[in-house]
């Protein structure tokens, strides 16, 4: 099976990855389902990349019924190391103004309907998220959008809230009176489970409206989303191809080990089966 280092994540508006070279697409299977699509895997500036289209191919899967475990773990069969996601979001500060990119460093989780673990069935994990975003990659990605020649806010705390609709002014206003700077609605769980696969990740968030707490603006819309991520879409794709540049071969960061000090079960308690189904995460702590 093709190997890749960088996994990337594509969101509303990014459905395949210009500028990636040799590709060869591969449909994988997981214990968890189906990934929202075939990935695909190629080289982008000498790096190997595999490209995956979160809501699938014609954007037909909801935030809330993408099998996030599926395709992190899809990631993690390709031997991925780094996750890149690309998301839109809404903006709640004024600064943070539609066409900008945003490499949030904090993020905050108000879904409900969704699995959030791998670890079930028998094995429990309890994994440190206090920083959810890899810095080493959200450098990447800054140092990226600014040689991309993008307006980047290198940090700011992103909301992931359970859509598919909008916020309510009421729910928007509160956000923004939390210090929350942007909204979407897939970063969480799937930067839970990336620390979980001992994967780094990180988000690399285009700003399509101000939500609906902007009085002098019009609601978001989907027309508005869409027409604001056609005109950064180019944009994007550049950044991508100097973020995977500047990644340096080496990781020194927490996210490697994740692991280390989260499992709490005995060996002898697992059942075989939840071991096997969970080899590709655990190996290198049960044998």
């Given at each position: 099976m093709a190997e890749a280092r960088i996994g990337v994540i594509g969101g509303s508006g990014l459905y395949r990855m210009a500028g990636l070279e040799a590709e060869e697409t591969r449909t994988i299977s997981t214990p968890f389902g189906e990934?929202?699509?075939?990935?695909?895997?190629?080289?982008?500036?000498?790096?190997?990349?595999?490209?995956?289209?979160?809501?699938?191919a014609h954007h037909q899967i909801a935030p809330s019924e993408?099998?996030?475990?599926?395709?992190?773990?899809?990631?993690?069969?390709?031997?991925?190391?780094?996750?890149?996601?690309?998301?839109a979001c809404g903006s709640?500060?004024?600064?943070?103004a539609p066409g900008h990119l945003v490499v949030?460093?904090?993020?905050?989780?108000?879904?409900?309907?969704?699995?959030?673990?791998?670890?079930?069935?028998?094995?429990?994990?309890?994994?440190?998220?206090?920083?959810?975003?890899?810095?080493?990659?959200?450098?990447a990605l800054v140092e990226g959008a600014s040689?991309?020649?993008?307006?980047?806010?290198?940090r700011g705390s992103f909301l992931t809230i359970e859509g598919p609709r909008f916020s309510t002014r009421a729910e928007s206003n509160t956000f923004r009176g939390w210090g929350v700077a942007i909204i979407g609605m897939t970063s969480s769980p799937e930067a839970f489970l990336a620390r979980e696969a001992e994967m780094c990740y990180a988000v690399l968030a285009h700003v399509t409206?101000?939500?609906?707490?902007?009085?002098?603006?019009?609601?978001?819309?989907?027309?508005?989303?869409?027409?604001?991520?056609?005109?950064?879409?180019?944009?994007?794709?550049q950044t991508l191809a100097e973020a995977v540049?500047?990644?340096?071969?080496?990781?020194?960061?927490?996210?490697?080990?994740?692991?280390?000090?989260?499992?709490?079960?005995?060996?002898?308690?697992?059942?075989?089966?939840?071991?096997?189904?969970?080899?590709?995460?655990v190996r290198r702590y049960y044998s």
């Open positions: 990934p929202s699509a075939p990935i695909v895997v190629g080289r982008l500036n000498g790096q190997s990349v595999a490209f995956l289209a979160r809501h699938g993408v099998n996030y475990r599926a395709n992190i773990f899809a990631f993690k069969l390709l031997g991925v190391e780094r996750v890149i996601s690309v998301s709640l500060r004024e600064d943070y949030p460093d904090q993020l905050l989780d108000f879904t409900r309907l969704r699995p959030r673990t791998f670890f079930e069935g028998g094995i429990v994990a309890h994994v440190s998220v206090a920083d959810p975003f890899c810095p080493a990659v959200s450098q040689a991309a020649g993008g307006i980047v806010h290198p409206d101000y939500d609906v707490w902007h009085r002098s603006e019009a609601p978001v819309t989907v027309e508005m989303v869409i027409r604001t991520l056609q005109a950064n879409t180019r944009l994007a794709e540049a500047r990644l340096p071969v080496e990781r020194d960061c927490i996210c490697k080990d994740a692991l280390k000090d989260a499992l709490i079960t005995a060996p002898d308690s697992i059942p075989a089966e939840t071991l096997e189904k969970l080899r590709p995460l």
